[in-house]
Each structure stands twice: as structure tokens, then as C-alpha cells.
């Protein structure tokens, strides 16, 4: 008689844990921005006359969607990536929590009336930044990891520009609101265009057998800089007539450099690979976007709107969502494959972009363009949740943690 064997008993999954949720700064930094992605677009579109707060209106989507969103998961991501650049840990338990909690205090304080809660919602996102930038450069600095020497400083100006839109708005200065947040949108266009441009060559080696991808450092390195140069002479536009045409200048640098690396990445190979062609057309758009906007600034292309979406939507959240999935499969134990809600999500978010720059157009179905892009994205973000955050909250499969060395002061 045949024997039969036993049922396979599969292990059940670890149980939420605080320790592992302030673990990594990707774990609370990803929900986060992640929720409020989809939370802020769902209350700007469906309920705009909620938005009392002393940041409100089209100030408080700008503000939200820059720095509570893509900077936010962007902090995440440096963090995390902070502890395997230099073998010690950015920050984790308390101190995360606190990091956390500074930014969950900002959201809520900008949408609450009254100067009291805007001054705190304030102070707290200043401190969100000034933390990270911190705790980065602690780790970066003591370890003498010069390559990324840098990057404490991207995330302190990117801190600075906050502040200074909220005094902006606070004050009532429209001209200066507008002007420091596209200098934000430029600090963060330095920051993802950086970290894309060693990440995306990296991953895509790995996952594809024989590609074999330039890293391109030189042009690299000509790319940062433009957007550094753009970024200073955005913030001197306002007394400095002729800062305009050196932003041009830089900006058509940045993003041509960006489409000519898009092309050397050869992009045909990862066709295959959601993981990776996700991360290509976020990074493609990006440089369009930037190239966008330097047509802005030389007076050929009239609405900044134009710039911004391309850059924010097609460019930031695209990358965005490839990101959130990828180092979060790598981090968490998991294998690097995207299921189908993951390709669903990406999907969505570039048809979310597209319809977004459709709706820009004035047209006869600009408004439903608009309402379908809405819709597209808080569907993507709810599969990117509906995935993750269980995953996010819990320890490794493993149970182990990326190894990490104390800082030291060598």
C-alpha cells in the first residue's frame, strides 16, 4: 500500500512588531508617504473644501505632493541605503519613531486652521529634515565615504527650501511661494537624478545575465552639477534678472545627459523585467521633464505646469513606485520578482502621468482626463499598500537584519 505523505504545514507569517517597523528608515517612510500619495491626491481632487488650513489651496497640493510625498519617501530611501554605503546604521528604533512622528505632526498640523497648528506643523517638518540630514552625515561623514559626501547636504538644502515656501505662504508672497518651490523641485530632481543614476545600471546588471551597463561617472557627476548650478540660480531669480537664462541653460544640460543615459542603460534588454523597465521610463521621464523645464525658463513654453507634472508624476512617482517595490522586495527578505499587483501599480501611476498632461491641455475632456488621473493613482497606491504594508510591519522571513557596525570615529 502506498504510503501518503504528511501535509506540508507552511510557516506562518512573523507578527506586526514595532521593533521591526522602526528597524530601517524605508519601513515607516514608505507606508507613510506611500498612504498620504493617496490620501492627498483624494482630498485635493474629490475634497478641495476641506483644505482650511493656513496652507491651503493649490500651496498646500504643491507643498503635500513635493515634500510630504516624493521627499518623504526619498528621506526613506537614503536612509536605508545610507546603512549599506557605509556599514553602520543611519537611524533605527527612537530616533526613527521620532523622525516619524515629526513628519505625521507636519501633515496634520497643515491641515488644521489657525496659525498655532501651522507653526507647529512647521517647526516639525524643519526638524523632519534636519534629523535626516543628520543622521546621514553622522554616518557618512565619521565613515569618510566621500562619494556621498554630498547628500547630507542635498536633504539640508532640501529642508531649507521647505521652510522658506512656508514662510512664503505664511507671509502671503506668491511670487516667492512659486519660485522656492520649483528650486524644491529642482533640489529634488538633483537627489533622484544622483541615486538613479548608480542604482538603476546596478540593479539592472544584476538581474540581467551578461549586461553589461557604462556607469557613465563623468557625465554623472557634469548632470548633478548642472541641477546644482539650476537649483542656486533659481533661488537669485527673483533679484537676479539674468539667473532665468543660466537655469535654462542648466536644466537643458541635466536633461539631455539624463536621455542620453537612458539610451546607453540599453533599455531593450529589461524589457522583460517590470522591476527594472519601471525605473527606465521613470528616470526617461524625469530628464524629459527637466528638459521641459528648461524651455520654461527660456521663455518657449508658457505654463510650469507643463515642467511639473512631467517631473513630478511621469518622472518622481514613476520611479517612485519602482523604487518602493524593489528595495522593499531586497530588504524584506523577498524574492525580486513583481507579481501582478505590482505591474498593475506601475501601470496605473504611468497612466495616471499621461492623463495627467492630457488634462493640462485646454480641451473638452481636460476635467475627466483629471479625474481618471486621480483615480488611477490612489489605485495604485492602494495595490502598492494592499502588498506591502503587511510586509512593512513585520520582520524579515528570515528574522535577521541587513548587518550593521556601530559608528565609530575613525
Known sequence: MASIAPPVRHRAPPAPQWRAFLEMGFRPLYLGGCLWALVAIALWVCAPQWLHGRLAGLAWH?????????????????????????????????????????????????????????????????AFFAIAAIALGRAIYRTRNRRNYGVPVLVAALGVIDILFLWSAFAGDHPHLMQRFNTGLLAMAAIALLVARRVI???????????????????GQWQVGACVVAVIASLASVSWTQAQALVAAALLVAGCIGLMQVVRWKPWAVRHVPLLWVLYVGYAALSAGIVVGALHAAGLVTRAAWAVHIIGIGGFAVLIIGMVTRTALGHLGRPLRADRSMVAAYVLVIVAAALRVVALAPTDVALMALHASAAAWVAAFCLYLWRFAP??????????????RPVTSK
Not at 67 to 91: D, E, P, R
Not at 109 to 117: E, M, R, T
Not at 201 to 219: T, Y
Open 391 to 404: 510586509l512593512l510591519v513585520r520582520p524579515r522571513l528570515d528574522a535577521q537584519s541587513i548587518p550593521v
Open 62 to 126: 504643491a507643498h503635500e505632493m513635493l515634500w510630504g510625498f516624493v521627499a518623504t519617501v526619498a528621506v526613506g530611501f537614503l536612509l536605508t541605503a545610507g546603512s549599506n554605503w557605509t556599514g553602520v546604521t543611519t537611524l533605527r528604533g527612537a530616533g526613527l519613531g521620532l523622525l516619524a512622528a515629526c513628519w505625521l505632526a507636519a501633515r496634520i498640523g497643515f491641515l488644521l486652521p489657525g496659525d498655532a497648528a501651522f507653526a507647529i506643523a512647521s517647526i516639525t517638518e524643519g
Open 201 to 219: 545600471p546596478f540593479f539592472a546588471m544584476r538581474a540581467v545575465p551578461g549586461l553589461s551597463i557604462p556607469m557613465q561617472v563623468g557625465s
